[in-house]
C-alpha cells in the first residue's frame, strides 16, 4: 500500500493575495505531492491549503511553504480576528493510508527540529505529539497569542518550546506542530422542524454524553430542517455509517425520519470503504480493489 | 474528471511463459498506463490482463501488445479447451470514469480500422460497437473458431469482417474487438445449507425471469452453504447494494439470513460512491470527494 498522509498548513495571512500566493506556490513547487483547497479569510487574516502525498514529500513541501511565509509575513503588524502565534501558525500531519499515527508523530519531530535549526522559530508540539498533557489542545498551546506568548515564552517555564529557543522569532512567532487523526464532517438531515428532537439525537450519541466513541454531534436548524450534524474524530472507532444506524434507530423511537445525509469536504477512502465493508457484510472488501486505485500507486 | 477506461485483451497463448512475457510487457511500455493482473491458463491456452488508462493511452497499449503477439502467434499450431478465432482474440473497452459508451465505441472502431490496416488483420465488433444483431454476442462472431472461419469469412456473406479484407492473417486470424459496459462480480452468502433456497432467490432477482434489470444470477453450493452468485452487467442500473437489499427481502421470505457478501475482482470508484449515496441518503456524494482521487487527477 502507497504511504500517505494529510497536511493543512495554517498561516496568518488572509488579505494580501500576492502573499498568499507565493506561500501556496512554494509548497506546489515539491515534486510528488497535490496541494489543493486553498482558503483565505479577510477577517481572520489567515489562509490554508491542503498537500497529500508520502510523509518526506509532504515534509518538504509544508517546510518550503513555511520557509516564504517565514520571509514574508510580520506577526508585529498582523491583525485579524483567529487565535495565532505565528506566520505559519499551525500544521497538523494527518495518516491517510498506509502510514500509522506513530509515523506521523515521528515525522512532525522531524519539522518541528527542522524549522527551529533552519528557520530559528520556537515550535510546540499538540495533538498525538503533545508532550505535556496542557499542549494537546491547541487553545492551550495558542493562550495569549502572539502578543502575550512574546513575553511569556522568556520567563514561564511552562511555555518553554519542545525545539528552539525560549523567544519568539522577531517576526516570524512561534509555530504549533503535530499529528491527528482524520476528521469526517457528517450530517444528518431530519424531515421534521422540531430541531429539539436533532439536539435530543445528538445528545444521545455524543461520546461526551455516553454514546458512540469519537463523535462529536449537535442538533442545528438548517434550512428549517433539523440536523444533527457531527465530526467523526476517529473513523477507525465510529465511522459516518455506524451514526446513520444509530440516529435511524432514534428516529424511530422520536417518531420521524432522515431525508437525507451528507458527508461534508473529503474523506479517505479507507472510510468509504469500511462503511461497505459493514455495512454489507463484505468482510473481504478492500480499497486495493478500486480499480482507480492501481493508477496512484 | 479525468477521462479513464479499462481494457482487458485476450490472447491465444497460456503455455509458453516468454511469448505471454512479451506481449505482456509491450503493453506496459506505454507511458501513462497502468497494465496489471496478468492471467494464464494452459488449458484454454489463452492469457489476458488489464490495461487502465486514458481511452487513447489505452488504444496505443493495446495495440503494441497485438503487434507482439501477431508477430508469436501462429493460429495454425495453436490447441485449446477454449474458443477462439485469433492470436489476439478479443478485446474490450470499458468506459470507467469521465467517459461515454459513445466514445468507449467510437475508439474500439478507431483501433479496428487500424488493426485492419496496419496488422492485415480482419476485425469483427461486438458488443456495444457491433453492426449487426448476430455479432452483440461474443459467442457468435467464435461461431465455427479459427478453423472454421478461415473457410466461411472467403464464402459467406454474413461473416464480411467489419474492417480488412474477407480472409483470415495467415497465422494470426481475425480479432473481435467492441465496448461494453464494467461488469460487476457480486456474491451473497447465506447461513442456510439449503441450495434449492439461492436457486429460488436468483430467480427471484435475475432480469432474465422478471428481476431486477441488468442482472444475471445463479445458485450455487459453496463450501456446503447456500450461495446467489451474481453478474451486474450495467452497475449503472442495478448496484450490489440494490441486489443485497433485494436479496434481504427475499430471505425474510424463505426465513433465512444474509450470512456475508462478495465484491469479486475489481470495481469502479463509481459503483462504490453510488452504493453510499443511495445507502445513506448522501445525494450530493461525489467521487470528487474522496481524497485519494486527488492523486491520480
Known sequence: ???????????????????IDKIFSAAKKVKGVKVFELEFDKSHNRCLFTIVGSPENVLASVFESMRVATKLIDMNSHLGEHPRIGA???????????????????????????????????????????????????????????????REIKVNPDRKPDYGAS???PTAGAVV??????LVAYNVN????DISIAKKIAGKIREKDGGLKAVKALGFNVGGYAQVSMNLVDFEKTN??????????WTKKFNVKIKSSEIY?????????????????????KSDQILEKKLFE
Not at 2 to 19: D, H, M
Not at 190 to 193: A, E, G, I, N, V
Open 88 to 150: 505559519t501558525d499551525v500544521i497538523p500531519f494527518v495518516p491517510i493510508s498506509g502510514v500509522s499515527m506513530k509515523e506521523c508523530v515521528d515525522l512532525s519531530k522531524k519539522l518541528g527540529k527542522k524549522v527551529a535549526r533552519e528557520l530559528k522559530i520556537p515550535v510546540y508540539l499538540y495533538e498525538d505529539s503533545a508532550t505535556r498533557k496542557d499542549r494537546v489542545n491547541l487553545a492551550d498551546v495558542r493562550k495569549g497569542e502572539y502578543e502575550g506568548l512574546k
Open 265 to 285: 469536504g473529503m474523506i479517505p477512502l479507507e472510510a468509504v470503504v469500511r462503511a461497505i465493508r459493514y455495512t454489507f457484510k463484505a468482510n473481504s472488501f
Open 167 to 169: 523567544s519568539l522569532h
Open 240 to 249: 459516518f455509517d455506524d451514526t446513520f444506524r444509530e440516529i435511524e434507530k
Open 190 to 193: 431530519l424531515d421534521t422542524k
Open 177 to 182: 506542530i503535530g499529528a491527528r487523526k482524520y
Open 1 to 19: 500500500m502507497q504511504k500517505l498522509i494529510e497536511c493543512v498548513p495554517n498561516f496568518s495571512e488572509g488579505r494580501n493575495k500576492k502573499v
